[in-house]
């Protein structure tokens, strides 16, 4: 998949980013003005490859700067949407449309998944890398079309085709069941600390949970009971599962030619 992005020869390349364009008018609705960006956009990190330069690429900058405006453009449309909700209502949608789970499914379900470049054999992180993918290529957009036109591709593209608010607004999130039937289905030992912290003398209970895989520790989490503290232990661990290698993960890189 890397060299069919990144050929040596000049011919190829420029066939291959033939097909690349098509797909992403064809598929996505979109026509790139600067095809390397979305190209960038599907490296996930284990797959990180040199250029010719001698730097290395991957979506993780892409990934971040789509997350902002993915959480920005969420957090408007449902704003719009929900005119008599209250702030905790709006922010809970938001989490839940924002959530990993929730943006893998929705780029498995728009095919982006087909195009992701990835080189890990870690089951756990390969519940999240399309929807990272996801947000590095919303980053892409951005970059190469601006603000509005990303806001119109996700609004008309995503949220109206494969959001359900009416659904969502009804599904309760447990990520401590999920986390626990990730570490058994993985065979991994799962753990939970909680203690419960010192605090003033009126006020409400504090807790603290530690969520451990195997030892290592994956998510801390606070709340006012065991159970909302365990719950965002849960959550926390879930965000970062893909930081949670397996034995002989790690691939070198590869040295490419990236020219125009």
Known sequence: MIRFFFRTNKFERNSADVIFKRQLRTDFALNPRTLELYKIALIHKSATTAISSGKKVNNERLEYLGDSIIDSIVAEYLFINFPNEDEGFLTKMRSRIVSRSSLNAIAQAIGLDKLVVTQT???????????????????????????????KWINTFILCKHIDLHELRQTETDYKSRIIELAQKNKLNIQFECIEQPTPRGQNPSFEAKLSLNDRLLGTGYGTSKKEAEQNAAMVALERIDIFPLPNQQLKPETISWEN
């Open 121 to 151: 054999n870690n089951p756990l992180a390969q519940k999240h890398i399309y929807g990272d993918a996801l947000e590095a290529f919303v980053g892409a957009i951005y970059l190469d079309k601006g603000f509005k036109a990303t806001r």
